[in-house]
Structure formats: structure tokens, C-alpha cells
């Protein structure tokens, strides 16, 4: 079981925006950075978010990550069809392992 | 481009051995540590172990320690995953994930995948 707490699904209409939670402790997310990686069926994930709120190139500033202590955010503004697919958060948890949350599976409807 | 190409994986009987392997290309060896990273079917991510830039510390996740050996070869920019006495609950895809820093520390983030590699472990 993750001790990363995500919802395990969010949706909304086209156009629309949805928020994904991550909720840890103040002993990962409240002291270490946040990653978000987005996963589509039968593929491999792929990295959204780093640092918190960082965007490699290539991703659309439609997503965006914050962290406020112990939980983080990441959100997608202007939903696409193109969105539906699985998120994943990750960071840290005792010395050196890292952590993902259970994942989240968005739907366009 | 970076590519990440893992293979070894397969059908292995409870107890036995794999050894998995990802080729690297596109980026120099020794700017990067490497990671594990596995998907049960159906199920979200777990990280299995990650190993240093040089290839001088290796890290594991509490349910693959004593079982698990990350390796590195950089002449053939290759990262190994060694697992031993295999269970049930190992069955998963491993994906091999290149981490932005060459050390393995907390805010490194993992920023290319592999395809992946299924590893299936049943009688």
C-alpha cells in the first residue's frame, strides 16, 4: 500500500479542469520535492512535473504542480480527450527510497 | 535522443532467477544514476532499486533487499537488475528510468523510461 494517498479517479467535461491530490506526511511531501508522471494504457510513464512545479519542455503549461506542505497538487486546466490517462505522484519516504502514490485515472467525459 | 531498452524479462518459477538488462544510449553514463521501477498488472508503481552515476552505491526498496543486485557496465552503457529467490508478487513490468542527477538523492526525479520488460513469476 502507498503512503501516498491519491484519488483513484477524477473527471470532467472537455475544457474543464481537474485537480489530483497527493496526500502524504510531513516526512515526504512536507520536506521533499514532488514529481508527477502521467502513464497511458500499455505505455510507459512519462514525466509531467518535477521539483513541485516544474515542467520539462514539451509539457503544456495546462499543467501545473504545487506542494503545500503535506499534500500536493497537480493540476490540468483546459481538459483534452488526449488527457485521459493515469498520474502518478512520487517523492520521497525514509532515507534514500522513493514513493508514488496509488495513481489516478482521469476521464474526459 | 535518449532511448532505454530493457529486455531478460519472462516466465521464471517461484524461487527462480532473472537477470534484467537496459541498454542505454543518447546520454553519458556516468552523468546519470539508474533506476528500477515496477508495475504489477493493473496495479500503480513501486520502486525496486536505483544505482549512483559511477556506480559505487546502490539503493533498494524494502521488498526486493537481500534479493535484488543493481549493476552498471559503462563500457557498454548497460544497467543490470540481478533477481534472485523470485515470489508470485514480483510478477510486473520493470521499467528501467534514467534519473536527472548522477546521484541518488532526495529530489532526483526520473526523467526517461524504458518500454518496459514483463516479468512473470508462476508455476
Known amino acids: 500500500q502507498s503512503v501516498l494517498t491519491q484519488p483513484p479517479s477524477v473527471s470532467a467535461a472537455p475544457g474543464q479542469k481537474v485537480t489530483i491530490s497527493c496526500s502524504g506526511y510531513?516526512?515526504?511531501?512536507?520536506?521533499?520535492?514532488v514529481s508527477w508522471y502521467q502513464q497511458f494504457p500499455g505505455t510507459a510513464p512519462k514525466l509531467l512535473i518535477y521539483?513541485?512545479?516544474k515542467r520539462p519542455s514539451g509539457i503544456p503549461d495546462r499543467f501545473s504542480g504545487s506542494n503545500s506542505g503535506t499534500s500536493a497538487t497537480l493540476d490540468i486546466t483546459g481538459l483534452q480527450p488526449g488527457d485521459e490517462a493515469d498520474y502518478f505522484c512520487?517523492?520521497?519516504?525514509?532515507?534514500?527510497?522513493?514513493?508514488f502514490g496509488g495513481g489516478t485515472k482521469v476521464t474526459v467525459l | 535522443e535518449v532511448q532505454l531498452l530493457e529486455s531478460g524479462g519472462g516466465l521464471v518459477q517461484p524461487g527462480g532467477s532473472l537477470r534484467l538488462s537496459c541498454a542505454a544510449s543518447g546520454f553519458t553514463s556516468r552523468s546519470h544514476a539508474m533506476s528500477w521501477v515496477r508495475q504489477a498488472p493493473g496495479k500503480g508503481l513501486e520502486w525496486v532499486s536505483a544505482i549512483s552515476g559511477s556506480g559505487g552505491s546502490t539503493y533498494y526498496g524494502e521488498s526486493v533487499k537481500g534479493r535484488v543486485t543493481i549493476s552498471r557496465d559503462h563500457s557498454t552503457n548497460t544497467v543490470f537488475l540481478q533477481m534472485n529467490n523470485l515470489r508470485a508478487e514480483d510478477t510486473a513490468v520493470y521499467y528501467c528510468a534514467k534519473v536527472d542527477s548522477s546521484v541518488w538523492y532526495r529530489r532526483t526525479y526520473f526523467e526517461d523510461w524504458g518500454q518496459g520488460t514483463l516479468v512473470t513469476v508462476s508455476s
Open positions: 521539483d513541485n512545479n
Open positions: 512520487a517523492t520521497w519516504d525514509r532515507s534514500l527510497s522513493a514513493s
Open positions: 510531513s516526512s515526504n511531501i512536507g520536506t521533499d520535492y
